[in-house]
């Protein structure tokens, strides 16, 4: 998968491509992170990407001219499955969401600031718009890197059968199980006597039962709309 953000700040994006999980799928060569700052594009001697929003209010709005500029000549580069854009009022993400995005060949992230972006980028260019909750960042890039792990750890290949996703917390609407590892006991709390029986199937099913009860006690929405 290829990804491209335009951004005003690529260097506060950058490190957290460069470690863990993501580090590894970059260099396996399952996914390609391309950054572009914004400031390239403008046309302006100030080299401004944001002015004073029309109509009066608090808060600048960033312009249309330098993300369409942008957007238009990656556009005119390669044909992109989704040209995303990171807003508070954009769909909330979710594991189901991530799913299938990891399967995209390309996409694009634009990472809003200020107040936002004019209205005209997001009708002529994106295709979607999403939230990381239902709180406010300074800027989409937070929200974009939050974005790209819950995706590029899913692309086939990414993880290894160690840190498969398949047992992940909401994988199948449920959070996870308890999980355990040496020593069996510390301090005087014990590891559960089933984890330590050898009983595959008995243990498959203490697991789906805590996972469920686990599940009802703390998200228990993710249950109804199941
Ligand atoms: N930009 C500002 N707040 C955001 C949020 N909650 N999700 C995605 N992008 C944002």
Same mark, same amino acid.
Request: glycine content about 8%; charged content about 20%.
């Given at each position: 998968m290829r990804i491209d953000i335009i951004t005003v700040l690529p260097e506060l994006m950058r490190s957290? !491509?460069? &470690? +863990?999980?993501?580090?590894? &799928?970059?260099q396996k060569g399952l996914a390609e992170v391309h950054f572009h700052n914004l400031r390239d594009y403008t046309t302006n001697k100030q080299k401004s990407v944001d002015d004073y929003q029309f109509g009066g209010g608090a808060g600048m709005v960033m312009t249309v001219q330098p993300i369409d500029d942008c957007i238009s000549k990656l556009k005119s580069e390669r044909t992109y499955d989704e040209i995303i854009y990171m807003t508070p009022d954009g769909e909330t993400l979710n594991q189901k969401m991530a799913n299938s995005i990891s399967m995209?060949? %390309?996409i694009m992230i634009l990472c809003g600031h200020y107040k936002g972006v004019d209205q005209r980028v997001r009708d002529m260019h994106i295709t979607r718009e999403i939230s990381i909750g239902d709180y406010?960042? +300074?800027?989409?890039?937070?929200?974009?890197?939050? !974005?790209? =792990? &819950?995706?590029?750890?899913?692309?086939?290949?990414?993880?290894? =059968?160690? $840190?498969? &996703?398949? $047992? =992940?917390? !909401?994988?199948? %609407?449920?959070? +996870?199980?308890?999980?355990? $590892?040496?020593? +069996?006991?510390?301090?005087?709390?014990?590891?559960?006597?089933?984890?330590?029986?050898?009983n595959f199937p008995e243990i498959e099913k203490w697991r789906e039962q805590k996972a469920y009860e686990h599940t009802k006690e703390r998200r228990p929405d993710l249950l109804e709309n199941d």
């Open positions: 957290p !491509f460069e &470690a +863990s999980i993501m580090k590894r &799928a970059i995209y060949e %390309n406010v960042l +300074s800027g989409g890039e937070i929200g974009a890197i939050v !974005f790209c =792990d &819950a995706i590029i750890r899913l692309i086939p290949g990414v993880l290894s =059968d160690e $840190t498969s &996703a398949l $047992t =992940d917390s !909401f994988q199948d %609407n449920l959070l +996870s199980h308890p999980i355990y $590892t040496r020593p +069996s006991e510390y301090k005087g709390l014990r590891v559960p006597d089933i984890l330590l029986s050898g």
